[in-house]
């Protein structure tokens, strides 16, 4: 997990430990945490230490609150937690990941019962991921930084604007750059849908996905 959470024992404060693993900065060397919590002022984000396999730290926030972040790495690379509490879209064309800290409910006193039953598991939807691999133009090094920024099924890409994918593959450099990625949206919804004879015959028109 990206994120785990310690409220304190009066639920005002949280201790978020933010972990990300070394695959997801390509090579970096240093990663800074910036966000809400220090303006988003590069100058005062905060360093994660490097770990067995993984970049962490842990920062104490306030409860009943949300918070945007990114990690910053080697001071001109963005990117996002694999699974933040959520994404949102920020101006620059891309998304930012988000904690969210809804303060505990305090704990209610009650006399004594007869033992109650233990409640039963809630399911927890969860979103089954898409091999983006399937679309042309997209290989495995593409489709990590697609998962990176919130976009990990078919139906995610089929409405992910053309100028968002630019922007992702323009700040993971220029070997991403080159790629044009005008139809993979296209190529998403008939994928999303199922209709894979018609996505095989739109891909056999193409050429490296354009």
């Known amino acids: 997990m990206s994120l785990t ?42 360093a994660l230490v490097a770990k067995k396999g993984e970049y962490k730290t842990v920062l104490k926030l306030d409860a009943g609150k949300r918070y945007e972040y990114r990690y910053l790495v080697d001071g001109h690379m963005w990117t996002n937690d694999a699974t933040p509490d959520a994404f949102v879209a920020n101006p620059f064309g891309t998304v930012n990941s988000v904690v969210e800290l809804p303060a505990p409910a305090a704990k209610k006193t009650t006399k004594k019962v007869a033992k109650k039953k233990a409640p039963a598991k809630k399911a927890v939807a969860t979103s089954t991921p898409d091999k983006l691999t399937k679309i042309e133009g997209i290989g495995p090094k593409i489709a990590s930084l697609l998962n990176e920024a919130g976009i990990v099924t078919f139906a995610d890409l089929s409405t992910t604007k053309v100028g968002v994918l630019r922007n992702i593959l323009a700040e993971a450099g220029n070997r991403f750059k080159m790629h044009n990625p005008g139809t993979w949206a296209k190529q998403a919804k008939l994928a999303a849908k199922g209709n894979w004879d018609k996505l095989k015959t739109l891909q056999d028109e193409l050429n490296g996905g354009v």
């Open 5 to 46: 959470k310690k409220f304190s024992k009066d639920n005002t404060k949280c201790d978020v430990t933010f972990t990300l693993p070394k695959e997801s900065i390509h090579g970096g060397k240093e990663v800074l945490l910036v966000g809400e919590f220090n303006n988003w002022n590069p100058a005062e984000g905060i």
